[in-house]
Structure formats: structure tokens, C-alpha cells
């Protein structure tokens, strides 16, 4: 009774539950070597592999929730292949270490294998999180002797795994940044098996339709532009093997001196081949290692540059009267963007030479004299007083590959440490090569280590060669979008649509997106109904409401009117830990301006919050196709919004539950509670 009690708590835990905890019992998480079998578990699942001499291969997956187990036919080669090694792996040293109080990542058990090839020594390290239904892959390559190798081929693998069936159903899902330029940031495609298909992105789906089994493979690697050595797809398809592409090393940029690190990879099963079931474990698998605690990294941050005034209005004056704007409105972070610092930007209102971009130096990153003659000092003071977190924007210079790294790291630390900043955006990204990539990674720990892993980082994915959504987690967020009503490419529902797409996909939590000042030229719109001056600006903030939200706006150039919205954004503030503690996922209709959408907060198997909204449309009821099962009854408590203050539904056969709201562009709030 009490194993059967066990697996029902692992159950519900694999498609419910919270992660904002970073510390973990690692108990559960075991790893043991016999008789030529690798076996890593945790609560949730359990991988083996053949052994091979130190050359690893996944034998199977057994779902410990269900018992069901995906077994792989055994590959007659190796399951990594970069073009240059030589020679089979031999030799293979286990070695198992239980990481606990890391800056980087939270507790976890991690095996580190190596082996000896001809040219060179291939490492592994395998991490198993409490509570996580994946296996993690780090993978690390060093030299022997000068390696010659072939660019770009897909004979770059990390890895393989074989079900041995040809009717799996698969599932691609490719990210795109440089959002300045693009607009529809997700794309899938589905393809049943076949005999030679290429597919591109960071998380591949595969479903057994047979035996009810569902896998998935995570790809922390960046955006194919910034990707090193991108061999042309992400995962090969042949028949029933899946080839998992692209080490992210070239074999001859290889050094004997030290480990060159190739992009990690992360193998899992959920507990059905049913969607939910799969999100959700991918989901578990993505907050597994990330440093993520609401309390801490939750925000409304506010950043003026969204009113293109760019550094024209920058001083002491000015940043005083946005702090008291700020607590009015409810915004809880306050972040100078370009022009505190004593170096301009290219981007910079003013005219003069020596502008900088790629290329910084370390008197660039005062306080500008001029604009701030008592320094920050009186910034932060305020702002500490009025209990709003400041933060500022920097650009490392990568000129040379980010050769001057540590200056740039040294920089930030002092700043931490100087005035107490813990949120940088961090702008002006350019990864043109494998030591750019190194060079920026060794910045970024370098400042996590230095500021004790205090430092929160707004990473900017709006242009040049960037990592993306998938890489630099930890406790970082990402900058999504620049929109502006000047252009104009600010519309409130196109906002909604890219955030409703990834919500299936990346944790919204780690997604900063925007809302602008809407009165800001409302002529250049012309009559479009779905122009913002024409959506109410609390409307706008709720769009933003299940990620973090980000007023890209100067508060002093808002009417009064505008704070009409503070009550809804300071009653977000008191649930949003709450609300982002959850799997969140989208529901309704696909916003594409007219619709009823919205999103699902998955807490636990008894509560959650459902927000709900109604695009520009005269239905004043909406049926909304939500994640919870056909005849569940729920107990509705409003928040915030227009919908009925208290209320209980019944979900229909689809999965659907029927909502109501008054008038176009309106939305509630409800935290339920299942009966």
C-alpha cells in the first residue's frame, strides 16, 4: 500500500508541482556501475547504459511513476562523433560527486566520465536532478596533438538513441531571435519517421504511439546564427534512430592544455505520450538546474528607452522624478538603460565622435559627469528608500572576441559591490566564434562568481549573434523584444501572440515582455482597432502578467489617466510569486487579435490560476481549451479583472471551460480550486 501511495505522490509530482526551491534532497538521485551497465535514477526515472569501455550508450528509460520502460537497440558504433577524433574511446574513468551550494546550478548528482581516443580524451558529465524526468549531458574535449578536421558535417553528434520502431511521431520545435527583425519567434514542425529527415531546433518530441511512450530531448545550445559550427539541422531522423547533431566544437580548434565545452544536451521520458504529460516533463526538465526563485527574481521593471528619448533626457533630475513615478505605478525595478555611463553609445541622441559599441573602455563605465555629478549614490539611496531594485544597462565589448572579459566582469562586480546593482541588461551581443563563446561564458561566471551568484541578467536577444532562450539560465532572464509606437511595430496582441507561442515551450517566467506608453503617437496607427491607443493600458500590462513584465515606457511622460492601472499592477505584485510558481502553459485560441486566449498557472493536482482574454471580438463568452480533464469541477476566486467574483465550472468534454467578460480587450484573473 504505501509503494503504491509512492508512485501516485511521483505521479502527480511529474505533471504538477512548483520549482522555486533550489535546495534539494539528493536522496534519491543514485549512480552505479555493474556488470557493465551504467544505471542513473532519481525519483522520477532511471537510465542505463551499456558501458563500452568509458563509450556510453542509453540501453533504456524506465519511468519510475508508471513503470513503463523505453528500451533502444544498441548502436554498433559510437553515439558521439565529432570528424577529426580518432580512434574508438577506450579506458573510460567513472567518477560520482553529489554538487551541492553551486552558483551555477542547483544540487544535483553528477558522474563524470572519460575516455582515450587516438588525438584526444572525450569527457562526459551526466547530472540528475531531484524531480526531474531527464538525463543532462555536458560534453568536453581535449587535444592530444593538432587535430585537422571537416567543418560543418553532420557527423558532429552528441548523441543517439534507437527505439527501434519506424511509426514514431515527432515534433520539432525551432526558436528565432534578432526579434528587431522578425515577429513569429516559434516554429514546429511534426514529421512521422522515415528513412533520411533533417529537422532544425532546440527541443525534439517523440512520441510512441504503440506503447503509450513519450521522450523528449532538450538542446542547450544557442540560435543557429550564434551556434558554432552549425552542421545544417539539430537532430537527423533515420527510420527509428535519432541522431542528436552538433557538439559545438570543431576538433580543430581542439587545445591540449585545457577542456574545450561543447553544448549539453538533455534526455527524458514523461509519463504518456499525452501532451500535457510531455510539456509538463520538459517543463520539470528546463527549471530543474535553474537558479530560479520567485521572491528574488520576480519583477516590473521599468526602462525609458521604449519612448526613443534614448539618452537625450538621462540625469539626476529626470531618474528621481521616474523613481517616484514608479512606486505609484507599482513598479517594483527601476533600470537605467544607455547614457548613465560617461562613454556614449552609438545609439547615443547626442552628436560626437568616438561612440562605442564593440569596443569599451574601462573609464567608459562611470557615471556620466555631466548628468550625474553626485555619482549613482543618490539614485540608489531614493530608490532603496521607495523599496524599487535599480539596475543598469551594459554591453561588454566583444571587439576581438571579448578579449577584455575580465575587465568588463571586473566592472559589474564593482558595481555590485559599490552600489549594491544586482540586475544588468545586457545588450550589444555579438558570438561570431567558439572563443567569443568561451570569452563571454568566462565573463558571465565570472561575475556570478564574484557577486556570490547575486547578479541578475537581462540578456537582450533583439539583434546581432546571440544565444537565445536555451543557453545562459541560471537566475538570467531574457529581453525579448524592442517595440515601439514610433515605428510603428508595437501592437498589444502581437506582444500577447509571441508570448502565448513560447509559453508552451520556455518557461514564461524567464521571459521579459513589454508594455509600452500607448497614448505615444496613436496617429501614425490610422483607424486599426487593434492599435494600442485603442486597447485600455491595464489590458496591456495583463498581457505581460505571466511573465515578467517590463514598462518600456518613461512613467513621467504618462497621463494621469495611466495610473488608473496601479491597483491591478500592485495586486499582481502580491501573487505573482504565487503565480509563477506553477507549469505554465497556454490556453484558448491561438491571440491573433479577435480571440479569447489566454494561460494556465498548473500549481499543484489541486489549485492554480487561469487568466483569461478577450481580444477585440463581440462574443461575451468564450470557450477556452484549458489543461484540465473532462468533468473536473472548479471553484473560481477573481483577483483582478472583470469576470464574476466568485464562480464555479464544470470543464466540458474537451477540456474546455466556459468563460465570461463585459466588453472587447478585457481579461480577469481567477486562482481555482479543484472540488
Known amino acids: 500500500m504505501k509503494k503504491i501511495f509512492l508512485l501516485l505522490i511521483i505521479s502527480l509530482m511529474g505533471i504538477y508541482g512548483a520549482w522555486s526551491t533550489p535546495k534539494q534532497d539528493l536522496k534519491r538521485c543514485k549512480a552505479s556501475l555493474h556488470d557493465n551497465i551504467l544505471t542513473i535514477s532519481n525519483e522520477c526515472i532511471e537510465a542505463t547504459f551499456n558501458w563500452n569501455n568509458g563509450d556510453i550508450a542509453y540501453k533504456a528509460i524506465k519511468n519510475l511513476a508508471t513503470g513503463k520502460i523505453a528500451e533502444f537497440k544498441a548502436s554498433k558504433g559510437s553515439t558521439f562523433s565529432l570528424p577529426g577524433l580518432k580512434g574508438k574511446q577506450k579506458n573510460g574513468i567513472i567518477q560520482r560527486e553529489k554538487i551541492t551550494n553551486n552558483l551555477f546550478f542547483n544540487d544535483h548528482l553528477q558522474v563524470t566520465i572519460t575516455t582515450e581516443m587516438d588525438n584526444a580524451f572525450l569527457k562526459r558529465i551526466l547530472r540528475v536532478y531531484p524531480n526531474s524526468p531527464a538525463i543532462f549531458t555536458s560534453y568536453f574535449i581535449k587535444a592530444k596533438s593538432k587535430v585537422v578536421s571537416e567543418e560543418k558535417s553532420k557527423a558532429s553528434r552528441t548523441d543517439m538513441i534507437d527505439l527501434g520502431k519506424r511509426n514514431l511521431l515527432l515534433k520539432s520545435v525551432r526558436f528565432y531571435g534578432q526579434t528587431d527583425w522578425r515577429n513569429n519567434l516559434v516554429d514546429e514542425r511534426e514529421v512521422f519517421s522515415y528513412s533520411n529527415i533533417d529537422l532544425k531546433g532546440n527541443i525534439l518530441t517523440i512520441k510512441d504511439r504503440q506503447d503509450n511512450h513519450g521522450l523528449f530531448v532538450y538542446k542547450k545550445s544557442p540560435l543557429e546564427e550564434a551556434y558554432h559550427n552549425y552542421p545544417g539541422a539539430d537532430f537527423n531522423i533515420r527510420g527509428s534512430k535519432v541522431n542528436i547533431l552538433g557538439v559545438g566544437v570543431t576538433a580543430s ?288 500590462f495583463v498581457v505581460t502578467a505571466i511573465a515578467q513584465p517590463l514598462a518600456w515606457f518613461e512613467a513621467s511622460g504618462l497621463p494621469q489617466k495611466a495610473f488608473k492601472a496601479a491597483p491591478v499592477i500592485k495586486t499582481y505584485n502580491k501573487v505573482r510569486n504565487h503565480l509563477h510558481s506553477g507549469t505554465i502553459l497556454p490556453i484558448g485560441s491561438t491571440p491573433d487579435g479577435i480571440s479569447w486566449t489566454g494561460f494556465q498557472s498548473i500549481i499543484n493536482e489541486k489549485e492554480g490560476y487561469f487568466l483569461v482574454l478577450r481580444e477585440y471580438n463581440n462574443q461575451p463568452t468564450g470557450h477556452l481549451k484549458t489543461w484540465l480533464p473532462e468533468g473536473t469541477s472548479v471553484k473560481l476566486k477573481k483577483i483582478f479583472g472583470e469576470g464574476d467574483e466568485k464562480t464555479e465550472r464544470t470543464i466540458e468534454r474537451d477540456g474546455s471551460i466556459e468563460m465570461s467578460l463585459p466588453k472587447a480587450h478585457s481579461y480577469v484573473l481567477y486562482q481555482y480550486i479543484i472540488q
Open 253 to 540: 580548434l581542439l587545445s591540449s592544455e585545457r577542456w574545450t565545452k561543447g553544448y549539453d544536451v538533455a534526455i527524458g521520458m514523461a509519463n504518456s505520450d499525452k501532451e500535457l504529460d510531455i510539456l509538463t516533463a520538459l517543463r520539470q526538465t528546463q527549471m530543474a538546474e535553474r537558479n530560479y526563485t520567485p521572491e528574488v527574481n520576480d519583477m516590473v521593471l521599468m526602462n525609458t528607452w521604449g519612448d526613443r528619448s534614448k539618452d537625450g533626457r538621462m540625469s539626476e533630475k529626470f531618474i528621481m522624478n521616474e523613481l517616484d513615478k514608479c512606486k505609484e505605478l507599482g513598479v517594483t525595478h527601476f533600470q537605467l538603460d544607455d547614457g548613465w555611463q560617461a562613454g556614449l553609445s552609438h545609439n547615443s541622441a547626442f552628436k560626437g565622435k568616438n561612440k562605442a559599441w564593440a569596443k569599451w573602455k574601462v573609464a567608459d563605465w562611470m557615471p556620466h559627469q555631466e548628468r550625474f555629478p553626485n555619482g549613482l549614490e543618490p539614485l540608489v539611496r531614493k530608490a532603496n528608500r521607495l523599496n524599487i531594485q535599480l539596475g543598469l544597462w551594459f554591453n561588454p565589448s566583444s571587439h576581438n572576441d571579448y578579449e577584455s572579459w575580465e575587465n568588463d566582469a571586473n566592472i559589474l562586480i564593482g558595481l555590485y559591490k559599490k552600489y549594491g546593482i544586482k540586475i544588468f541588461k545586457i545588450d550589444g551581443m555579438q558570438i561570431n566564434s567558439k572563443k567569443g563563446e568561451e570569452n563571454f561564458m568566462a565573463f558571465y561566471d565570472k561575475v556570478i562568481e564574484g557577486t556570490n551568484g547575486q547578479v541578475i541578467f537581462n540578456l537582450d536577444v533583439t539583434a546581432g549573434r546571440r544565444f537565445g532562450c536555451n543557453v545562459l539560465q541560471a537566475n538570467n532572464n531574457i529581453f525579448l523584444e524592442n517595440r515601439y509606437t514610433d515605428s510603428p511595430n508595437y501592437f498589444p496582441f502581437r506582444t500577447l501572440r509571441n508570448l502565448w507561442q513560447l509559453s508552451r515551450y520556455i518557461p514564461t517566467q524567464a521571459l521579459q515582455i513589454e508594455f509600452l506608453n500607448k497614448w505615444r503617437n496613436a496617429a501614425k496607427y490610422g483607424n486599426d482597432p487593434l492599435a494600442p491607443i485603442n486597447v485600455p493600458f491595464d489590458y496591456t
